[in-house]
T-cell receptor
Framework: AQKITQTQPGMFVQEKEAVTLDCTYD???????LFWYKQPSSGEMIFLIY??????QNATEGRYSLNFQKARKSANLVISASQLGDSAMYFC?????????????FGTGTRLKVLA | DSGVTQTPKHLITATGQRVTLRCSPR?????VYWYQQSLDQGLQFLIQ???????AKGNILERFSAQQFPDLHSELNLSSLELGDSALYFC??????????????FGSGTRLTVV
């Protein structure tokens, strides 16, 4: 069965520093997608970044980058130059490989607090 | 505004009651997904509809049902409510076919409190 594991329930980072949020996954599919979402205290889910299993380069979106290590089955999110507004819950998710469905499996999340 | 509209934003109801949560997907999106986010279970997939037809089912209780209408909006019906059904219910939408190298779009959620 597919599984996403986020082992860091909470993290602190100083403003302007970089932080890495860990995510490991388990799947027997060859084709899969990995996502990171941000959930601020207001509750909405904000898409941050995507990595496809066949993508050879790590995905980047502004201050977000995904450190994809396929052999280790890890997809860590790196946030550079942290800002106070980055304080939120962060979820790693994997798209189910079954044909015709795009349901996601989510990890338990990491709560990030950026310190001034 | 994500383009996915969920109503109502908040709902407080008593045990044993029935409620309906509504979702209007982003324009052009054919797939609608429902997720439940609770403190003890995290984010759990409930059900997916694609162009009016049920496409995938997750850990959805028998007391819950959903449908997608011809105009593509979807409703999630929760009946015989229990305290444990209190959660944030998200709807998300996607094109559903073709390019999928981006996350689907979530609505802002409906926070259900069962008292």
């Amino acid at each position: 069965a597919q599984k996403i594991t986020q082992t860091q329930p909470g993290m602190f980072v100083q403003e302007k520093e970089a932080v890495t949020l860990d995510c490991t996954y388990d799947t027997s599919d060859q084709s899969y997608g990995l996502f990171w979402y941000k959930q601020p205290s207001s509750g909405e889910m904000i898409f941050l970044i995507y990595q496809g299993s066949y993508d050879e380069q790590n995905a980047t979106e502004g201050r977000y980058s995904l450190n994809f290590q396929k052999a280790r089955k890890s997809a860590n999110l790196v946030i550079s130059a942290s800002q106070l507004g980055d304080s939120a819950m962060y979820f790693c998710a994997m798209r189910d490989g079954a044909t015709g469905t795009y349901k996601y499996i989510f990890g338990t999340g990491t709560r990030l607090k950026v310190l001034a | 505004d994500s383009g996915v509209t969920q109503t109502p934003k908040h709902l407080i109801t008593a045990t044993g009651q029935r409620v309906t949560l509504r979702c209007s997907p982003r324009s052009g999106d054919l797939s609608v997904y429902w997720y439940q986010q609770s403190l003890d279970q995290g984010l759990q997939f409930l059900i997916q509809y694609y162009n009016g037809e049920e496409r995938a089912k997750g850990n959805i209780l028998e007391r819950f049902s959903a449908q997608q209408f011809p105009d593509l909006h979807s409703e999630l019906n929760l009946s015989s409510l229990e305290l444990g059904d209190s959660a944030l219910y998200f709807c998300a939408s996607s094109v559903g076919v073709g390019a999928y190298n981006y996350g689907y779009t979530f609505g802002s959620g409906t926070r259900l409190t069962v008292v």
